[in-house]
């Protein structure tokens, strides 16, 4: 894959990958919070051809796959283990598989993963494996939570925290079980905790178009820049009070996992920023649970840099065609484990200023540059 040796800045210089990539959807949650049932009310919707689902589950027997090939006949299941380990390799050859097939093109991926996968060396695979990479690319990662038990499974099991950790989306499920009564604050407050920029759907009808959405939009654009915009970048969570400057918001875990967005409201020079991150990558790799965002570079203000990371793994930034929305700001998102945000604040803003003080000649954007 991409930087074994650690160096964003070598990604930076790479060329985007060439023609249309299938994009894939993670679907993770805990144990019984209700992944299968929700694929399966998904799965029902009519002209889903091209959808193909990879059901993971721990244990010999699968029986996710029976319930969901009842409904859709595009499934793979890897059985008898959990995806971020012992099936890793077949995950590959799955999706190679279903890349190299002629009868029928392949439009989208959706992968649920076992209740006890850690999705990260699952995102990881996506993004570091060259040949799932040159075919497939991550659209979103969704994790489901059992809105009558999540407070229970979130205290006793450290998956079920990192799951939501690693989502773009919270899917709250089992709220009909709640008898009218709108959703536990403090489970809320628990989600926000762990997770405090990926939006919370507590309304079966959104989940649903949410994940129609993904599926259909990624389908008809196929390209890279139709599925990193939406899901992943969102601004600080609307709760919070960021001071546009700094750090936007944070969010802590008493699992020592926590999620703080750095916000930047003016273009940064493409090689500070490359170093920045490199250092922080060789500073803390192992703790970067997840590094995801949108760049706005001096050298190309109009085009967002797309930055994707899984502790020491990066891949390749690409440069979308346009800004997705109004917001045009560095906006990037970490889940990590035990990093100081503040500390990653002040070393990028050390690298800022070390960029500035630099000969103009040598700090001029490559497009600028003298002849
Ligand atoms: N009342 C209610 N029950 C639900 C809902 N979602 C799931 N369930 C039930 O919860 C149980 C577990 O649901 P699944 O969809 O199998 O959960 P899962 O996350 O796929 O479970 P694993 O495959 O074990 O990880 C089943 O009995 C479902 O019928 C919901 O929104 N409301």
């Known amino acids: 894959m991409t930087n074994p040796g650690g160096h964003f800045s070598s990604l930076v210089a790479q060329p985007a990958l060439a023609g249309r990539r299938v994009p894939v959807t993670v679907l993770t949650g805990f144990l019984g919070s209700g992944k299968t049932t929700l694929l399966n009310q998904l799965l029902c919707e009519p002209s889903l051809d091209g959808v193909a689902v990879i059901v993971n589950e ?62 990260g060396p699952i995102v990881r695979t996506l993004m570091g494996d060259a040949a799932v990479r040159a075919q497939f690319v991550l659209a979103g990662v969704l994790c489901t939570a059992d809105a009558v038990l999540a407070m229970g499974t979130l205290d006793r099991h450290p998956e079920a925290v990192r799951q939501l950790a690693f989502a773009d989306h919270l899917l709250l499920t089992k709220t009909d079980l709640l008898d009218g009564a709108p959703p536990s604050p403090a489970l809320l407050q628990r989600l926000r905790d762990i997770n405090a920029t990926a939006p919370l759907h507590d309304d079966r009808g959104d989940q649903l178009r949410l994940l129609s959405t993904l599926v259909r939009r990624a389908a008809d654009t196929g390209a890279d820049a139709g599925v990193v915009e939406a899901p992943f970048y969102r601004g600080p969570a609307a709760s919070d009070t960021g001071s546009g400057m700094g750090t936007a918001d944070e969010a802590s875990h008493r699992d020592g996992i926590r999620s703080f967005v750095i916000v930047r409201d003016t273009p940064l020079p493409r090689d500070a920023f490359a170093a920045w991150l490199d250092m922080v990558i060789a500073m803390r790799g192992e703790d970067l649970l997840r590094v995801k965002g949108l760049v706005q570079l001096a050298d190309a203000p109009d085009r967002p840099m797309v930055i994707h990371g899984v502790q020491h793994l990066f891949a390749p930034p690409t440069l979308l065609p346009a800004w997705p929305g109004p917001d045009r700001r560095t906006r990037i998102v970490f889940i990590t484990r035990g990093v100081d945000a503040q500390a990653l604040e002040d070393t990028l803003d050390v690298l800022l200023r070390r960029h500035m003080r630099r000969p103009a000649a040598t700090a001029a954007p490559p497009t600028e540059a003298a002849p």
């Open 58 to 119: 721990f244990g010999a027997v699968g029986i996710d796959h029976d319930l969901i090939a009842e409904t859709h006949d595009d499934t793979v299941l890897l059985a008898n283990g959990c995806l971020c380990c012992a099936v890793r390799g077949d995950l590959v050859e799955a999706l190679n598989r279903l890349a190299a097939r002629q009868d029928r093109p392949l439009r989208h991926v959706l992968i649920e993963t076992s209740g006890l996968a850690d999705p």
